[in-house]
């Protein structure tokens, strides 16, 4: 993935709740960097969740249906500890 | 270099709740109108709204517009303008209807009617008894609310532009506005959106302060822009505070935790409480749990290494309630504070949480400076301050707010357009020019300042000098550093040059907005030397005279800071309603 792509992806974790910013945060720092193209597509896919469901699911309160999203989502989590 | 330039009727900065009510407005009369949003419209920070939208819609109880108005008077502590307030009050349940009609899924009842539910400081009867006002789509009212307004939008032929990002705005020589300079992200390229209207619907700027429950876009752009371009900023000393945020992330603890014994606790372990409300102890009210905290960080028994937060002690509970009655919290401390509250306790701190200043508008929307219109430019939402929430706003009134001025700022521009001379005049380039200019200083600055330092340095100083409760020596101190930031950020110098999504440059753009902010927010405060709403001093204490430390006599007026020399003037608060009698002026108690 080209870095245009990369840089983007580091734009549109900004989001419109403060504890997806926060939890964004420090994986966009250290795990971002580290991710191969299929995470990043991954990634990608996870970014365009509406927050409120992203939230939920980062937060174990509602299951992500889509199953192929899961393994992002837990990386993400795992960035917190 | 010749900066590219788009045309359009109208051109909207902010795709939150305001901006897209706004947007449709006109849209649907047929202008070509563009949004500019430096996130994706529903991922503006409205989307964390959840408590509700209020409106005197009398679904479950009588209710009237009269006495939400009531309602409103009183808990801006007669800071709000009554004429707007009236407006707003009475302009509720149509807006909240038409929402309805827009596809908004509002919980029901079982006749199928929005269904109410109570909200603090909303009362029926002129204050007698706590009213069902607040309408409400499950826990994600403002979620719900944008994605109803952008599919709308969408169907009306709104042009969006996401991830752009307005810099600076373009006024002719008369001061007319002319539209804006904006930045495409994904380029770093400069154009010009002239349009015959501009409205600004940015939203707040809680990111001033450390502890802030605001998303990380919310750096008030529009107040910064619109400080350049001479226009003043009003009544920026009153801002919403939450007495329990955690420190350092600002992530909310509900009340509930000291409901279920939760204790605040100073550096040397001490229940403090106990000695600011000898009855209620912790249980205290938000006003007087949040000056207790402030006073035992200001006198030095602030815990960590900057003394800077209390902690919140729940390891006494046993962990079953813990869990079973405060889901979340545990999972909140360990994410966002790092502890596990079973085993310590958490830090919090004072967090901001509302603006209810901004730039002065009339409740048509017009942005009014010297008791005149500026021609051609608009603002609504929590960037304008219209001024309906005066010192202090209540909850869900900040939704109606938006629907109400989006929709009346549409309007008013609607009228302009349509009355405007069918080509556009000829560009001020001045302006364009210096917009120019500030992001060439900052793409060239060498041996400058750091960005993170120098907002870092903001924060702190917002934080500890003008937080939830002030002091007057700290506010004439908080004076002077504040205006030492501002000499960090005119430098600050950014190692990433590139301009592809250059997130580095984007935030030390905003930053040039947050610091305008700041200022406004200081110096104002350290002028106004009574407490009123959300603005408390220690030197204006509650007296028989003044009750609350409330001085109508010298302060019942609005403030107006003016960028150039840090200027302050004042103008009366408007007690004149449009169609029913002045509310008079009584001490604000519940
Ligand atoms: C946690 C939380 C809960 C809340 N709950 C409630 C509630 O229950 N009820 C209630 O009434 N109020 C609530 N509020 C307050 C309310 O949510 C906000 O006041 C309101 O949503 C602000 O809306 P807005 O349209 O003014 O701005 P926002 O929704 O903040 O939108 C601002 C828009 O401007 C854009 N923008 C900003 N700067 C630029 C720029 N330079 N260039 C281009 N675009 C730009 C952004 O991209 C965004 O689209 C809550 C606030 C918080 C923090």
Known sequence: MDDVHLKRLVWRSRRGLLELDLQLERFVAEVLPTLDDAALAEFENVLLLPDNDFLDYLNGKADCPDERLKPMLARIRGAQQ | ???????????????????????????????????????????????????????????????????????????????????????????????????????????????????????????????????????????????????????????????????????????????????????????????????????????????????????????????????????????????????????GAGVLITEGVRGEGGILRNAQGERFMERYAPNAKDLASRDVVSRAMVTEINEGRGCGPNKDHVLLDITHLDPEVIMSKLPGIREISIKFAGVDPIKAPIPVVPTCHYQMGGIPTNYKGEVVVDGKPVSGFYAAGEVACASVHGANRLGTNSLLDLLVFGKSSGNSMIDFIKAAPKDLPELNTADVDRSVARVDRLNNQKNGSNVHEARAAMQRTMQAHCGVFRFKDMLAQGVEKILEVEQMVKTTEIADKSKVFNTARIEALELENLIEVAKATMISANARTESRGAHVRDDAADTPERPNGRDDQNWLKHTLWHREGNRLDYKPVNMNPLTVETIALKTRSY
């Open chain 2, 1 to 247: 270099m010749a900066i590219p330039v788009r045309k359009f009727d109208a051109v909207i900065v902010g795709a939150g709740g305001a901006g897209l009510r706004a947007a449709l407005q006109l849209s649907e009369a047929g202008l070509k109108t563009a949004v500019l949003s430096k996130v994706f419209p529903t991922r503006s920070h409205t989307v964390a709204a959840q408590g509700g939208v209020s409106a005197s819609l009398g679904n479950s109880e009588p209710d009237h517009w009269h006495w939400h108005m009531y309602d409103t008077v009183k808990g801006s502590d007669w800071l709000g303008d009554q004429d707007a307030i009236e407006f707003m009050c009475r302009e509720a349940p149509n807006v909240v209807v038409e929402l309805e009609h827009f596809g908004m899924p509002f919980d029901r009842n079982s006749d199928g009617t929005i269904y109410q539910r109570p909200f603090g400081g909303h009362m029926s009867n002129f204050g007698e008894k706590p009213v069902r006002r607040a309408c409400a789509a499950a826990d994600r009212t403002g979620h719900a609310m944008l994605h109803a307004l952008y599919q709308r939008n969408v169907r009306a032929n709104t042009q969006f532009f996401v991830e752009w990002m307005a810099l600076d705005l373009v006024r002719d020589t008369d001061g007319n506005v002319q539209g804006v300079v904006a930045m495409e992200m994904e380029t770093s390229d400069i154009y010009v959106f002239q349009a015959k209207a501009t409205l600004f619907a940015t939203g707040g700027a809680g990111r001033i302060f450390a502890s802030s429950t605001n998303a990380f876009i919310n750096t008030g752009d529009g107040l910064g822009i619109a400080a350049r371009a001479g226009i003043p900023l009003e009544d920026m000393e009153f801002w919403q505070f939450h007495p329990t945020g955690v420190a």
